[in-house]
């Protein structure tokens, strides 16, 4: 058979690439050429699991923890995560409002899908995390970006929130700590945006890895919200795929039939192993975090110091967000000539919506020693690319428009 005879779905057709995955892909290709790659792309923590986590793995496997649980999830995880809402914000959470995913990104999916029909909107910040706006359009709903700018702090204003709601508003998507820009929203902008009367969906999955200050859960200032979290950031279960999301009670049938159809449940072991993280905190959790706020402060110095303008320090989860248009306009370009000159992994900032453009995230998910040997190479690709200008905008940054 013709393989054109299998017509391809206009919306697989339509869905962007992950610019992030597209920058790992090639940097794998030229590591697996013999080139010596430094990563500092991709948000993965470096660090093992815990050792506690994995032994309560191990241990449900050992014990036939390998079946098919409810679709919801095992009630000792949904307990556990209501207990920690209780327990880190004073807020009361039902487990039966609370359903375990596959990770995060499946509960980005129930979440909106519960809420969306064809043509309606979903609001959201621009930069914003890549993704969002994907699983938007997907499932046939309209993405609203309300600008945000580095010199307010990537914050979102709540007037300008308020002017982005229409009749076919479902929700308000935030999320605290950001990815891409590691800043923390104002609660009081948090508190300003669940008053305007349309449901909040906050994206918490950074939640334990602020350097600064406090985070704070929707759940502290409504009721009418859906949070979504997980395990692979705090506690470094990336390859684990266990997130969850707590429900409008309306909403969690929906959910259940949609979790149901499409991924029947999370892996019964996996679960365990969440139920060990949040029960049984760990010093190597404490020792990740405070390793993480160590190369952020190193890796914001040396930017500064390269001529990159960090309009506001990032204080939480692992990325800085930094303003390269003096050097280019066109991040993904960009970013590819700093891999391929400098073999280094960078994201680029378009990736995260249009006022990002001219943006470089940088993550420091990897070794300290990974990080300066990355942002040298770095430094001296850009002395060798722009030659004086380098120095100058390093020297005075607001020289070089």
């Known amino acids: 058979m013709d393989d054109s005879s299998a017509k391809i779905s206009q919306v697989s057709q339509d869905i962007p690439p992950f610019l992030v995955m597209d920058v790992l892909e090639r940097a794998m290709e030229m590591t697996e050429a013999g080139e010596?790659?430094?990563?500092?792309?991709?948000?993965?923590?470096?660090?093992?699991?815990?050792?506690?986590?994995?032994?309560?793995?191990?241990?449900?496997?050992?014990?036939?923890?390998?079946?098919?649980?409810s679709s919801t999830g095992i009630p000792e995880l949904r307990r556990a995560v209501a207990d920690h809402y209780h327990n880190a914000y004073g807020v009361e959470v039902d487990p039966q409002h609370v359903v375990i995913t596959s990770g995060s990104?499946?509960?980005?999916?129930l979440v909106l899908a519960s809420l969306l029909d064809p043509g309606?909107?979903?609001?959201?910040?621009?930069?914003?995390?890549?993704?969002?706006?994907?699983f938007v359009r997907f499932l046939g709903g309209v993405p609203v970006f309300?600008?945000?700018?580095?010199?307010?702090?990537?914050?979102?204003?709540?007037?300008?929130?308020?002017?982005?709601?229409?009749?076919?508003?479902?929700?308000?998507?935030?999320?605290?700590?950001s990815n891409p820009t590691g800043t923390v929203m104002d609660p009081d902008r948090m508190e300003k945006i669940a008053r305007l009367g349309v449901p909040i969906i906050s994206d918490e999955i950074y939640h334990g890895l602020v350097y600064e200050g406090k985070e704070h859960s929707i759940l502290e200032v409504t009721e009418?919200?859906?949070?979504?979290?997980?395990?692979?950031?705090?506690?470094?279960?990336?390859?684990?795929?266990?997130?969850?999301?707590?429900?409008?009670?309306?909403?969690?049938?929906?959910?259940?039939?949609?979790?149901?159809n499409f991924f029947i449940s999370a892996a019964?072991?996996?679960?365990?192993?969440?139920?060990?993280?949040?029960?049984?905190?760990?010093?190597?959790?404490?020792?990740?975090?405070?390793?993480?706020?160590?190369?952020?402060?190193?890796?914001?110095?040396?930017?500064?110091?390269?001529g990159f303008k960090i309009h506001v320090d990032p204080t939480a989860a692992f990325y800085v967000l930094a303003d390269a248009r003096h050097f280019s306009t066109d991040s993904y370009t960009f970013a590819f000539e700093i891999l391929e000159e400098a073999r280094v992994g960078v994201a680029p900032g378009i990736d995260f919506g249009s006022n990002a453009e001219?943006?470089?995230?940088?993550?420091?998910?990897?070794?300290?020693?990974?990080i300066v040997e990355g942002l040298d190479r770095l430094e001296l690709y850009l002395r060798t690319r722009f030659g004086p200008l380098a120095s100058q905008v390093a020297q005075d940054p607001q020289s070089v428009s």
């Open 36 to 69: 010596h790659v430094i990563h500092l792309e991709v948000g993965e923590p470096d660090f093992d699991t815990p050792v506690h986590i994995v032994e309560a793995g191990l241990k449900a496997l050992r014990t036939g923890k390998t079946h098919y649980t």
């Open 105 to 109: 990104s499946p509960g980005i999916f």
């Open 120 to 134: 309606c909107e979903i609001i959201m910040s621009n930069p914003h995390y890549a993704c969002y706006p994907n």
């Open 146 to 177: 309300v600008p945000v700018s580095a010199e307010d702090g990537f914050q979102m204003n709540p007037k300008d929130v308020e002017q982005a709601i229409t009749d076919k508003t479902r929700a308000i998507l935030i999320n605290s700590p």
């Open 224 to 260: 009418n919200a859906f949070v979504l979290n997980g395990f692979s950031k705090l506690y470094a279960m990336t390859g684990w795929r266990l997130g969850y999301l707590i429900a409008l009670p309306h909403h969690v049938r929906p959910i259940r039939k949609m979790a149901q």
């Open 268 to 306: 019964d072991f996996v679960q365990w192993a969440g139920v060990a993280a949040l029960t049984n905190p760990s010093d190597e959790t404490v020792q990740m975090k405070n390793t993480f706020n160590q190369r952020r402060i190193t890796m914001i110095s040396r930017l500064r110091e390269m």
């Open 358 to 370: 001219g943006f470089l995230r940088f993550s420091y998910t990897n070794s300290m020693e990974n």
